[in-house]
């Protein structure tokens, strides 16, 4: 079966950088578009960023773009979450989710309900 296992998350103060990981299994990871969620208790999913099958397009959420930066190795099944210029308000559990869906939209790419699979996810919490 599919599995997504995030690594990486941690405790770090303002202005630090974190680099999470996502690694698959039970898939062809080339078909997947992947995404980048997080969430804080009371409230709803957010989208944080998405990449395309092969990599070529990328999306993000206004609140991370510039700091942010989403990749994937095909080779490794794995794709990358590198956060810089961290902010307490980006504390979350962050989440690695995963689609076949083509033609990925940032419309699509921002809908949780667009993703059939989702691993564990891993706590960040930057510090003021």
């Known amino acids: 079966q599919v599995q997504l296992v995030e690594s990486g998350g941690g405790l770090v103060q303002a202005g630090g950088s974190l680099r999470l990981s996502c690694a698959a299994s039970?898939?062809?990871?080339?078909?997947?578009?992947m995404g980048w969620f997080r969430q804080v208790p009371g409230k709803e999913r957010e989208f944080v960023a998405a990449?395309?099958?092969?990599?070529?397009?990328?999306y993000y959420a206004d609140s991370v773009k510039g700091r942010f930066t989403i990749s994937r190795d095909n080779a490794k099944n794995t794709v990358y979450l590198e956060m810089n210029s961290l902010k307490p308000e980006d504390t979350a559990v962050y989440y690695c989710?995963?689609?076949?869906?083509?033609?990925?939209?940032?419309?699509?790419?921002?809908?949780?309900?667009?993703?059939?699979?989702w691993g564990q996810g891993t706590q960040v919490t930057v510090s003021s």
């Open positions: 990449i395309t099958r092969n990599g070529g397009t990328t």
């Open positions: 039970g898939l062809t990871f080339s078909r997947y578009a």
């Open positions: 989710s995963a689609t076949e869906r083509r033609g990925l939209s940032i419309y699509t790419a921002r809908t949780p309900h667009e993703y059939p699979y």
